[in-house]
């Protein structure tokens, strides 16, 4: 299958997927979800909703598991002029993301972006994003891990792979784990998920579909750099302590593009990076700040 190079419309729906219990984040997930984790006092899911409206989306689906109520009690049914809704995972405790992915198949029938909920970025990186069939990623460095594409003269994915043990014989770009999808691909992504579902894996990662599809030839992603400026993964403690250097807090608006409700739980706040020793390179993501240097 071709990349389709004429953009169409812009996407305007977001798939956001926040079903997980963020166990490498210890104690500060236990009564609350990973994404309301606090980055010099905004929460990711807060930055999240944030780029999401300045860059004109008009809908989101949340896919939620863990502490499900949190998302409900902060965004209610309406964020500005995002309409939100839900999709509970009531399996999220024995699934994987690919089963997130799939229980969003009856409610999304149109173009959309799909992300996860524990990335923070910044909101311009979308710009390159908001048109469908087209991969977010990074120029993958020989101590990165986890999934990776590979691209051909026209910047288009030729292999998407699930982990990083060759040597490296070409460029490599890191995944960032945001997509958008034209509804031709979300049909043929939602055929394939179908199987893999039907056939017990429910604890594959959704590329395992997405890199079989684009293998045969049936799916086609763009790539998008997100090298221009910083993003990050936050899966550990460690992880925190980078987002807030690479985020600090003057660099968040004080202009909201919208209004958020306080949820009645606690959201922790992790503002010293210095508790923690942070790795000299993170093997997750991008390690935006050491490649400045």
Same mark, same amino acid.
């Given at each position: 299958?071709?990349?389709?190079?004429?953009?169409?419309?812009?996407?305007?729906?977001?798939l956001l997927l926040a079903a997980g219990i963020g166990s490498r984040l210890c104690s500060l997930t236990k009564n609350t979800p990973k994404s309301l984790t606090l980055i010099h006092g905004k929460s990711i899911l807060e930055r999240l909703i944030n780029s999401l409206s300045q860059q004109g989306?008009? $809908?989101?689906?949340?896919?939620?598991?863990?502490?499900?109520?949190?998302?409900?009690?902060?965004?209610?049914? %309406?964020?500005?002029?995002?309409?939100?809704?839900?999709?509970?995972?009531?399996?999220?405790?024995?699934?994987?993301?690919?089963?997130?992915?799939?229980?969003? $198949?009856?409610?999304?029938?149109?173009?959309?972006?799909?992300?996860?909920?524990?990335?923070?970025?910044?909101?311009?990186?979308?710009?390159?994003?908001?048109?469908?069939?087209?991969?977010?990623?990074?120029?993958?460095?020989?101590?990165?891990?986890?999934?990776?594409?590979?691209?051909?003269?026209?910047? %288009?994915?030729?292999?998407?792979?699930?982990?990083?043990?060759? !040597?490296?014989?070409?460029?490599?770009?890191?995944?960032?784990? =945001?997509?958008?999808?034209?509804?031709?691909?979300?049909?043929?992504?939602?055929? $394939?998920?179908? %199987?893999?579902?039907?056939?017990?894996?429910?604890?594959?990662?959704?590329?395992?579909?997405?890199?079989?599809?684009?293998?045969?030839?049936?799916?086609?992603?763009?790539?998008?750099?997100?090298? $221009?400026? !910083?993003?990050?993964? =936050?899966?550990?403690?460690?992880?925190?302590?980078?987002?807030?250097?690479?985020?600090?807090?003057?660099?968040?608006?004080?202009?909201?593009?919208?209004?958020?409700? %306080?949820?009645?739980?606690?959201?922790?706040?992790?503002?010293?990076?210095?508790?923690?020793?942070?790795? !000299?390179?993170?093997?997750?993501?991008?390690?935006?700040?050491?490649?400045?240097?």
């Amino acid at each position: 299958m071709e990349y389709n190079s004429n953009p169409g419309e812009p996407v305007t729906t977001a798939l956001l997927l926040a079903a997980g219990i963020g166990s490498r984040l210890c104690s500060l997930t236990k009564n609350t979800p990973k994404s309301l984790t606090l980055i010099h006092g905004k929460s990711i899911l807060e930055r999240l909703i944030n780029s999401l409206s300045q860059q004109g989306f008009k $809908r989101l689906v949340v896919v939620t598991g863990h502490m499900e109520h949190c998302f409900r009690d902060f965004l209610g049914n %309406q964020v500005g002029n995002i309409a939100i809704d839900y999709i509970f995972s009531s399996r999220y405790k024995t699934t994987n993301n690919i089963y997130s992915l799939w229980m969003a $198949r009856e409610i999304i029938n149109e173009p959309f972006l799909l992300l996860e909920s524990d990335l923070v970025f910044d909101p311009s990186l979308l710009d390159e994003m908001l048109y469908p069939d087209r991969i977010a990623v990074a120029k993958m460095q020989p101590w990165m891990n986890g999934s990776y594409v590979t691209s051909n003269r026209s910047q %288009q994915v030729k292999t998407l792979m699930a982990g990083n043990t060759d !040597p490296f014989t070409e460029t490599r770009y890191k995944t960032v784990n =945001i997509y958008s999808l034209s509804l031709t691909s979300w049909h043929l992504i939602v055929k $394939r998920l179908d %199987q893999h579902i039907a056939d017990g894996k429910v604890n594959d990662y959704y590329e395992t579909v997405f890199a079989e599809l684009i293998a045969d030839g049936s799916l086609a992603f763009k790539i998008v750099s997100f090298d $221009r400026k !910083p993003w990050y993964e =936050i899966d550990t403690l460690e992880d925190l302590a980078e987002a807030e250097k690479l985020f600090p807090a003057d660099t968040y608006k004080a202009t909201r593009a919208v209004t958020l409700a %306080q949820p009645d739980v606690f959201i922790p706040h992790f503002n010293n990076a210095a508790t923690f020793s942070s790795p !000299p390179l993170k093997t997750t993501g991008l390690m935006y700040a050491t490649k400045q240097l």
